[in-house]
């Protein structure tokens, strides 16, 4: 890899449920094989970028079952939080050790929250776009990558849709405006998909866990296995991405899952 290139993984949405499987999927063995993925395969990387959704049963074993596999990387970290991230302690103690943006080489890698306390859709504050317009505008020799909890764009999938960004209009409509955004990565779909607008790429990642089957009108489980995000920001705004699959048995998704 070139050394102007900074190569990054985004993984999210381990919905880590302890003692049991989760919608049919044991989630701390999912979650390990993606770590053991990332490590054996990804050992250039320079940060670990986590996706929000990280313990599913608030139980202490599954906390620290998060926390003991993180550490198994020695590579600055960033955490968004997604809307089941409900313990403000435990994201807290994440955060007082990590760091939520950083500037890299040409790049800025930029977290924008998402979460909405007591809600499963996300909500970009107005102050929340307003510190990134400005950001963007005191770094204009600068590239952006924007990584977030919810997505900006439609899924096909009626159930999932109702769980977006809920301003995501506006939040689309002003991050249109700035020339050195280039790429938006979120998690929460379970599901990898790809979308332009206005020259910026949004792209979602698979998650550790179960995977949602896309374009379906009720609440559906996928087979393919876990995955995760390798990303490559180079020179002139230029990136890769890449969707990495792991191999392994990890359970059998509910044929007929209830929403949770």
Not at 197 to 222: C, G, H, M, R, V
Request: hydrophobic share 35%; glycine share 4%; proline share 3%.
């Amino acid at each position: 890899m070139n050394k102007n290139e900074i190569k990054l993984i985004f993984l999210s949405d381990m919905h880590l449920f302890s003692n049991e499987p989760f919608l049919g999927i044991h989630t701390f063995d999912s979650f390990r094989a993606v770590v053991d993925d990332i490590i054996q395969n990804q050992s250039d990387a320079s940060f670990l970028i986590l996706g929000g959704d990280f313990v599913q049963d608030q139980s202490e074993n599954s906390y620290l079952f998060f926390k003991s596999q993180i550490a198994r990387f020695d590579i600055p970290k960033l955490f968004t939080r997604g809307n089941h991230d409900i313990s403000d302690d435990f994201f807290e103690s994440l955060s007082q050790s990590c760091n939520f943006h950083i500037l890299k080489n040409d790049w800025v890698i930029y977290n924008l929250h998402t979460y909405s306390k007591g809600n499963i859709y996300g909500e970009i504050k107005d102050a929340e776009i307003e510190n990134l317009l400005q950001e963007a505008s005191d770094k204009k020799d600068k590239f952006f990558l924007l990584f977030m909890h919810h997505n900006l764009f439609l899924t096909g999938s009626p159930w999932l849709d109702i769980h977006i960004t809920k301003n995501r209009s506006l939040i689309l409509k002003k991050i249109s405006t700035l020339r050195n955004i280039r790429l938006v990565i979120n998690g929460h779909i379970h599901q990898e998909t790809i979308n332009t607008y206005n020259d910026i790429s949004f792209i979602s990642s698979p998650s550790t866990s179960f995977q949602f089957t896309s374009n379906e009108k009720k609440f559906k489980l996928d087979s393919i296995n876990p995955g995760y995000l390798v990303v490559t920001l180079k020179e002139e705004g230029e990136w890769h991405v890449s969707c990495q699959r792991v191999d392994g048995e990890f359970g059998t998704p509910e044929a007929n899952p209830k929403t949770y």
